[in-house]
Protein backbone atom coordinates (compact mmCIF):
# COMPACT_ATOMS: atom_id res chain seq x y z
CA UNK A 1 0.00 0.00 0.00
CA UNK A 2 1.24 3.39 -0.72
CA UNK A 3 2.63 5.47 1.95
CA UNK A 4 0.82 8.68 0.44
CA UNK A 5 -2.20 7.89 -0.52
CA UNK A 6 -5.20 9.50 -2.59
CA UNK A 7 -7.68 9.61 -0.42
CA UNK A 8 -11.00 10.35 -1.52
CA UNK A 9 -14.38 12.19 0.01
CA UNK A 10 -17.51 11.10 -2.03
CA UNK A 11 -21.64 11.64 -1.10
CA UNK A 12 -24.31 13.78 -2.00
CA UNK A 13 -24.87 17.28 -0.50
CA UNK A 14 -25.76 17.61 3.13
CA UNK A 15 -23.62 13.92 3.69
CA UNK A 16 -20.67 15.69 5.58
CA UNK A 17 -18.38 14.64 3.42
CA UNK A 18 -16.28 18.40 2.59
CA UNK A 19 -16.97 18.42 6.88
CA UNK A 20 -14.80 15.30 7.08
CA UNK A 21 -12.45 16.38 4.10
CA UNK A 22 -11.38 19.28 5.94
CA UNK A 23 -11.11 17.94 9.47
CA UNK A 24 -8.87 15.16 7.90
CA UNK A 25 -6.56 17.83 6.67
CA UNK A 26 -6.73 19.76 9.56
CA UNK A 27 -5.17 16.73 11.47
CA UNK A 28 -2.53 16.36 8.49
CA UNK A 29 -1.48 19.77 9.04
CA UNK A 30 -1.11 19.55 12.64
CA UNK A 31 1.07 16.21 12.55
CA UNK A 32 3.34 17.93 9.77
CA UNK A 33 2.43 15.32 7.14
CA UNK A 34 2.99 17.10 3.69
CA UNK A 35 -0.42 16.90 1.53
CA UNK A 36 -2.31 18.39 -0.92
CA UNK A 37 -6.02 18.86 -0.90
CA UNK A 38 -8.26 19.12 -4.19
CA UNK A 39 -11.91 19.53 -4.98
CA UNK A 40 -13.83 18.51 -7.50
CA UNK A 41 -15.33 20.65 -9.83
CA UNK A 42 -12.37 22.73 -9.04
CA UNK A 43 -9.24 22.22 -6.96
CA UNK A 44 -6.83 24.44 -9.00
CA UNK A 45 -6.97 27.87 -11.04
CA UNK A 46 -8.29 26.45 -14.40
CA UNK A 47 -10.50 23.54 -12.53
CA UNK A 48 -11.95 26.88 -10.72
CA UNK A 49 -12.99 28.72 -13.33
CA UNK A 50 -14.74 25.50 -14.93
CA UNK A 51 -16.95 25.09 -11.57
CA UNK A 52 -17.93 28.63 -11.43
CA UNK A 53 -19.19 27.79 -15.22
CA UNK A 54 -20.88 24.52 -14.39
CA UNK A 55 -22.73 25.39 -10.61
CA UNK A 56 -23.86 29.35 -12.19
CA UNK A 57 -27.47 29.61 -11.57
CA UNK A 58 -27.47 31.36 -14.99
CA UNK A 59 -26.07 28.27 -16.62
CA UNK A 60 -28.46 26.10 -18.87
CA UNK A 61 -26.05 23.44 -20.45
CA UNK A 62 -27.30 20.27 -21.43
CA UNK A 63 -26.07 17.05 -19.37
CA UNK A 64 -23.57 16.14 -21.48
CA UNK A 65 -22.36 19.49 -21.67
CA UNK A 66 -22.41 19.26 -17.97
CA UNK A 67 -20.78 15.63 -18.17
CA UNK A 68 -17.59 16.98 -20.41
CA UNK A 69 -17.19 19.95 -18.19
CA UNK A 70 -16.97 17.83 -15.00
CA UNK A 71 -14.36 15.84 -16.73
CA UNK A 72 -12.30 18.93 -18.07
CA UNK A 73 -11.99 20.13 -14.56
CA UNK A 74 -11.00 16.94 -13.66
CA UNK A 75 -8.09 17.09 -16.27
CA UNK A 76 -6.93 20.35 -15.34
CA UNK A 77 -6.84 18.37 -11.25
CA UNK A 78 -4.85 15.29 -13.00
CA UNK A 79 -2.55 17.50 -15.18
CA UNK A 80 -1.57 20.52 -12.61
CA UNK A 81 -1.51 18.94 -9.82
CA UNK A 82 -2.26 14.92 -9.14
CA UNK A 83 -0.08 13.89 -11.62
CA UNK A 84 3.07 15.58 -10.19
CA UNK A 85 2.52 14.73 -6.67
CA UNK A 86 1.01 11.13 -6.82
CA UNK A 87 3.32 9.27 -4.93
CA UNK A 88 5.37 12.05 -3.41
CA UNK A 89 2.56 13.61 -1.27
CA UNK A 90 -0.83 12.43 0.48
CA UNK A 91 -3.66 13.63 -1.79
CA UNK A 92 -6.95 14.32 -0.36
CA UNK A 93 -9.84 15.11 -2.79
CA UNK A 94 -13.38 16.19 -2.06
CA UNK A 95 -15.27 14.16 -4.89
CA UNK A 96 -13.88 12.35 -7.86
CA UNK A 97 -14.81 9.87 -10.39
CA UNK A 98 -17.68 7.92 -8.31
CA UNK A 99 -19.33 12.02 -8.08
CA UNK A 100 -19.49 11.34 -12.27
CA UNK A 101 -20.66 7.95 -12.34
CA UNK A 102 -23.44 8.71 -9.00
CA UNK A 103 -24.34 11.98 -10.91
CA UNK A 104 -24.21 12.34 -14.27
CA UNK A 105 -25.11 8.13 -14.83
CA UNK A 106 -27.19 7.28 -12.25
CA UNK A 107 -28.84 10.72 -11.51
CA UNK A 108 -28.88 12.16 -15.54
CA UNK A 109 -28.76 8.32 -17.09
CA UNK A 110 -26.11 8.82 -19.39
CA UNK A 111 -24.00 6.04 -20.30
CA UNK A 112 -22.20 4.48 -17.57
CA UNK A 113 -19.53 2.96 -20.68
CA UNK A 114 -19.28 6.11 -22.26
CA UNK A 115 -18.75 7.94 -18.71
CA UNK A 116 -16.03 5.25 -17.69
CA UNK A 117 -14.39 5.25 -20.78
CA UNK A 118 -13.09 8.94 -20.53
CA UNK A 119 -12.77 8.58 -16.88
CA UNK A 120 -10.30 5.34 -17.35
CA UNK A 121 -8.29 7.74 -20.88
CA UNK A 122 -8.01 10.46 -17.63
CA UNK A 123 -6.84 9.01 -14.34
CA UNK A 124 -4.53 6.17 -16.70
CA UNK A 125 -2.67 4.36 -13.85
CA UNK A 126 -3.23 6.49 -11.04
CA UNK A 127 -5.42 4.65 -8.15
CA UNK A 128 -7.12 6.00 -5.46
CA UNK A 129 -6.33 3.44 -2.06
CA UNK A 130 -9.64 4.79 -0.12
CA UNK A 131 -12.83 5.66 -0.39
CA UNK A 132 -14.93 8.10 2.57
CA UNK A 133 -18.18 7.20 1.38
CA UNK A 134 -20.63 9.88 3.36
CA UNK A 135 -24.17 8.42 3.62
CA UNK A 136 -26.87 10.68 5.10
CA UNK A 137 -30.71 9.59 5.61
CA UNK A 138 -34.18 10.48 4.22
CA UNK A 139 -34.44 12.61 7.34
CA UNK A 140 -31.11 13.94 7.65
CA UNK A 141 -31.27 14.94 3.92
CA UNK A 142 -34.72 16.50 3.94
CA UNK A 143 -33.46 18.83 7.10
CA UNK A 144 -30.34 19.80 5.33
CA UNK A 145 -31.41 20.51 2.53
CA UNK A 146 -33.62 22.86 3.87
CA UNK A 147 -30.97 24.52 5.88
CA UNK A 148 -29.38 25.61 2.86
CA UNK A 149 -28.78 28.88 1.58
CA UNK A 150 -27.29 30.04 -1.52
CA UNK A 151 -28.11 27.21 -3.64
CA UNK A 152 -26.00 26.25 -6.85
CA UNK A 153 -27.63 24.72 -10.00
CA UNK A 154 -26.81 21.46 -8.28
CA UNK A 155 -28.31 22.00 -4.96
CA UNK A 156 -31.32 22.87 -6.25
CA UNK A 157 -32.62 18.89 -7.39
CA UNK A 158 -35.29 17.21 -6.21
CA UNK A 159 -34.94 15.14 -2.88
CA UNK A 160 -36.03 11.79 -4.74
CA UNK A 161 -32.66 12.81 -7.11
CA UNK A 162 -30.44 12.72 -4.37
CA UNK A 163 -31.92 9.38 -3.10
CA UNK A 164 -31.15 8.23 -6.61
CA UNK A 165 -27.76 9.36 -6.43
CA UNK A 166 -27.15 7.82 -3.15
CA UNK A 167 -28.00 4.17 -3.97
CA UNK A 168 -25.89 4.67 -7.23
CA UNK A 169 -22.90 5.67 -5.29
CA UNK A 170 -23.52 2.34 -2.99
CA UNK A 171 -23.76 0.34 -5.75
CA UNK A 172 -20.40 1.25 -7.20
CA UNK A 173 -18.99 0.75 -3.59
CA UNK A 174 -19.99 -2.72 -3.85
CA UNK A 175 -17.73 -3.43 -6.99
CA UNK A 176 -14.96 -2.97 -5.15
CA UNK A 177 -15.92 -3.10 -0.95
CA UNK A 178 -12.28 -3.21 0.30
CA UNK A 179 -11.45 0.29 -1.36
CA UNK A 180 -14.25 2.09 0.85
CA UNK A 181 -15.25 2.84 3.71
CA UNK A 182 -19.25 3.71 4.65
CA UNK A 183 -19.03 6.61 7.23
CA UNK A 184 -23.03 6.94 8.35
CA UNK A 185 -23.14 10.80 8.65
CA UNK A 186 -26.14 10.23 10.73
CA UNK A 187 -24.16 9.32 13.91
CA UNK A 188 -22.12 12.13 15.68
CA UNK A 189 -19.38 14.01 13.66
CA UNK A 190 -16.83 13.44 16.05
CA UNK A 191 -16.84 9.72 16.14
CA UNK A 192 -16.98 9.55 12.12
CA UNK A 193 -13.72 12.02 12.39
CA UNK A 194 -12.07 9.55 14.68
CA UNK A 195 -13.32 6.85 12.38
CA UNK A 196 -11.74 8.41 9.22
CA UNK A 197 -8.40 8.97 11.39
CA UNK A 198 -7.90 5.57 12.49
CA UNK A 199 -8.55 4.11 9.31
CA UNK A 200 -5.96 6.83 8.02
CA UNK A 201 -3.53 6.05 9.79
CA UNK A 202 -3.84 2.60 9.11
CA UNK A 203 -2.69 3.06 5.35
CA UNK A 204 0.69 5.49 6.60
CA UNK A 205 1.60 2.68 8.33
P1 LIG B 1 -19.89 20.24 -4.17
O1 LIG B 1 -21.21 20.69 -3.68
O2 LIG B 1 -19.39 19.02 -3.49
O3 LIG B 1 -18.90 21.31 -4.24
O4 LIG B 1 -20.12 19.72 -5.68
C1 LIG B 1 -20.72 20.49 -6.63
C2 LIG B 1 -21.74 19.71 -7.43
O5 LIG B 1 -21.13 19.08 -8.55
C3 LIG B 1 -22.46 18.60 -6.67
O6 LIG B 1 -23.85 18.83 -6.79
C4 LIG B 1 -22.13 17.35 -7.42
C5 LIG B 1 -21.74 17.82 -8.78
N1 LIG B 1 -20.80 16.94 -9.50
C6 LIG B 1 -21.28 16.18 -10.56
O7 LIG B 1 -22.47 16.21 -10.87
N2 LIG B 1 -20.37 15.40 -11.25
C7 LIG B 1 -19.05 15.35 -10.94
O8 LIG B 1 -18.29 14.64 -11.60
C8 LIG B 1 -18.58 16.16 -9.85
C9 LIG B 1 -17.13 16.13 -9.49
C10 LIG B 1 -19.49 16.93 -9.16
Redesign the pocket.
Known amino acids: MSKKPIIVFEGI?GSG??LHANHLSKYLKKKKIKFIKL????GNISSEKI?KL??NNKSNFHKVT??LL??A??NENLENSIKKNYGKKIILI????D??V???HY?MGIDYKFINFINDFLIKKIKINITFLNLVNVKNLRLRLSRRKNL?R??KFKFNFYKKIQNGYIKISKKNKNKYVMIDSNEPILDNKNRIIKEVNKLLK
Not at 39 to 42: D, K, Q, S, T
Open positions: EKTREPGRILDLYLSRDRFISTAYQGNYD
